[in-house]
């Protein structure tokens, strides 16, 4: 099925690849608005939709000493000055309806994130904040699950919907990506997309934080849109080893032109049979 055709920040993709791209976690203003410039410039006259992608506050860390973020009131604000400043439409997660209606004033993609995809208020709240919603899959659903999330994001509203997909624990500190999953969801007529770096995490894998596999989050995200996706979403960094979130699966910052570039080589292939 052709999924329906979304818009987000009042504009329609019209078939264009949509890639989600930014830090794990914001930083600082500086660090938000230079990664921003150099993903619009990095992918500058490739045929992508972007949007600039980081969390205000990361809620779901393995330790209690993890860097969270600079907070909700802090991380709009920054996210704002991407808008106007870079010119780029902004994703960023949310953890409760309270923060989903105030995100909602600033932020063109609001995400509601895996562990909580089942929390139907939090579902809800983000539907009728009004905005474009990326519903990310729980690592624990099939992906047929996703159907009921699906619904209760379009009851409350929603008609810019996307599904995410970034993989499935059986446990041992370990994810798989099943590629079925993105034909199986894209039947419920939304997009689809694949969030590579995230699928190659090692949750709790190095005991107090998340471990990752970067190396594979390429050709993950390769074979994710030979299996038909409709986006990629990249959690990028200028030195992900530095990172304070998820430094070993994002990808570094030069990597993410050339794996745009594979992936809408691949789509080319694909449309020409």
Known sequence: MAPKTIRIAGKGLRGRFLVIAG???IE???MALRLAEKLKKGLARLDVFLV???????????SIKSYRGVGLDEGLRILEDVKKKVGL????????PEEAAVAGKV???LQVPAFLCRQTDLVVAAAEAGKAVNLKKAQFLAPWDMANVVEKAAKAGAK???????????????LVSDMRSIPIMRRFGYPVIYDATHSVQLPGGLGSAS???REMAVPLARAAVAAGCDGLFLETHERPEKALSDAASMLPLRAVRELVQDALSIRRALRKR
């Open 28 to 30: 600082g203003r500086d």
């Open 160 to 174: 810019n919907i996307l599904v995410t997909e970034r993989g499935t624990s059986f446990g041992y500190n370990n």
């Open 107 to 109: 932020i063109d993609l």
């Open 89 to 96: 439409p902004v994703l960023t997660d949310v953890h409760s």
């Open 23 to 25: 830090p794990c976690v």
């Open 52 to 62: 600039f992608k980081a969390s205000y506050d990361k809620a779901n860390r393995s």
């Open 211 to 213: 471990g990752g596999q």
